[in-house]
């Protein structure tokens, strides 16, 4: 399977804790873009990279939120000190650079107790 | 600001007929357009697109049209197959905003058989 790929794909963990995500993006995409999707809402953009530089970061992705992509492959997304506002679908997609059409994973969903 | 709209929440169609879903578009500067179909627990998976340059664009069963003037695009679906039965999101991109996807809040489809 070449898609894009997310680990763990769900998440249970207690308020205050540290939790990171994983995603593996389509390996020749440059462009890595990472999503939240709540109930009842689309998913929102929160930052992305192209190669390993992070270009963007939403105004929603608080100080809690850290992201990285070290060798322009895999990213990492970190919250530190969760709360149960960030119950929510963490959504991974990639693309080539220039490339309109970004390909989604399959999601890692995230509660916070 | 909600930049993309989706004003129709849910629509139920009968097999075999045609399923129209609208979205609507306020920033000008968007020059792509693209609607992904979502299955609980699951990530987006890309259905069809289109080009600001074009008005229309068609993939099989799936067809989708671009009206800039009144920043309206649809997405036609002939014939509807229970398969179909999903949430469809539309959203839109520039390349000057590095191409994120700004999401419409989503339609629930039902196909009844």
Known sequence: DTGVSQNPRHKITKRGQNVTFRCDPISEHNRLYWYRQTLGQGPEFLTYFQNEAQLEKSRLLSDRFSAERPKGSFSTLEIQRTEQGDSAMYLCASSLMGGETQYFGPGTRLLVL | ?113
């Open chain 2, 1 to 113: 600001d909600q930049q993309v709209k989706q004003n129709s929440p849910s629509l139920s169609v009968q097999e075999g007929r045609i399923s129209i879903l609208n979205c609507d578009y306020t920033n000008s500067m968007f020059d792509y357009f693209l609607w992904y179909k979502k299955y609980p627990a699951e990530g987006p998976t890309f259905l069809i697109s289109i080009s600001s340059i074009k008005d229309k664009n068609e993939d099989g069963r799936f067809t989708v049209f671009l009206n800039k003037s009144a920043k309206h695009l649809s997405l036609h679906i002939v014939p509807s197959q229970p398969g179909d039965s999903a949430v469809y999101f539309c959203a839109a991109s520039a390349g000057f905003y590095g191409n994120k996807l700004v999401f419409g809040a989503g339609t629930i489809l039902r196909v009844k058989s």
